[in-house]
């Protein structure tokens, strides 16, 4: 499943896996589980497996006949470095970013570590290729080791997704880090993000030279609470962004 997206960071999304398993607080309301049960166990539906993982051989060669350049979300409804994709399959996923380079591609894992250890067996002491962007998830303090994780990775575009910001980070060393990502969870029973959360990693990122994108306050809705920190919106992106013609 390959499509145009509502995501404010990214053109488009590209799915050659599906299905994840919860792995930290920042799972607990997870957008996608919650999307893809309602289609469990109806016949031919995409999702008739629910959110269980699931590869799709089929749709590695998408990016390749989207002759327009695009910024694409890779795996918006899984993570390609679960435990349980194998790294042959994860090869043919950068075979395909690597040839179809005309495209900016957003890898985001929550599992930073085996993002690390495979990047450094496929790329050696190369560095990735810098129109692939690698990112992690960092939903409260506890889960910061992630940084160092990603700072261990040789990317040239790294960055950091506070979503959902559970939790004050507060001051903290974006070294090595091009892009932060804030916002707050959506859905039933979504949980609040406290403004001042979101203040301290745009001033963090101000002071540090991070390009900072506040993608929304969440609520009942993903819309629910605007996309207004301080009366303006924040739009940052890396230096070498590469926008959709």
């Known amino acids: 499943m390959a499509q145009q997206t509502e995501i404010e960071w990214t053109d488009a999304t590209w799915n050659p896996v599906t299905g994840c398993t ?11 589980l919650r999307f893809a049960e309602r289609w469990r166990g109806i016949p031919e539906h995409p999702y008739e497996q629910g959110f ?8 590695l060669n ?22 349980n994709v194998p790294a042959d399959f994860v090869d043919s996923v950068f075979d395909t970013m690597e040839r179809a380079n005309h ?5 985001l894992t929550k599992r930073s570590s085996l993002m690390r250890t495979y990047i450094q067996r496929r790329y050696g ?7 692939i962007w690698l990112g992690t998830s960092i939903e ?42 804030v916002g707050g969870e959506s859905g039933p029973g979504a949980r609040p993000m406290h403004p001042d959360w979101a203040r301290t990693l745009r001033d963090t990122c101000r002071n540090q030279g991070v390009a900072f994108f506040f993608k929304q306050w969440g609520g ?10 301080d009366g303006r919106t924040w739009d940052g ?3 070498s962004e590469r926008l959709a013609a």
């Open 52 to 59: 269980d993982l699931r590869l799709w051989p089929e749709r």
């Open 103 to 107: 495209h900016t591609y957003q890898v």
């Open 220 to 229: 009942r809705h993903p819309k629910s609470g605007g996309r207004l920190l």
């Open 140 to 181: 409260d303090r506890s889960r910061l080791n992630r940084l160092n994780h990603l700072r261990q990775t040789p990317a040239t575009v790294r960055f950091v997704s506070f979503e959902p910001l559970l939790d004050d980070i507060g001051p903290v060393d974006l070294t090595g880090i091009a892009w932060a990502i």
């Open 237 to 239: 992106y890396p230096a």
């Open 62 to 83: 998408v990016p390749l006949k989207w002759r327009r350049p695009r910024m694409i979300f890779v795996n918006s409804m899984s993570d390609l470095f679960h435990k």
């Open 22 to 32: 919860r792995i930290g607080p920042g799972c607990d309301n997870c957008y996608a």
């Open 125 to 131: 002491e190369r560095m990735v290729p810098p129109h």
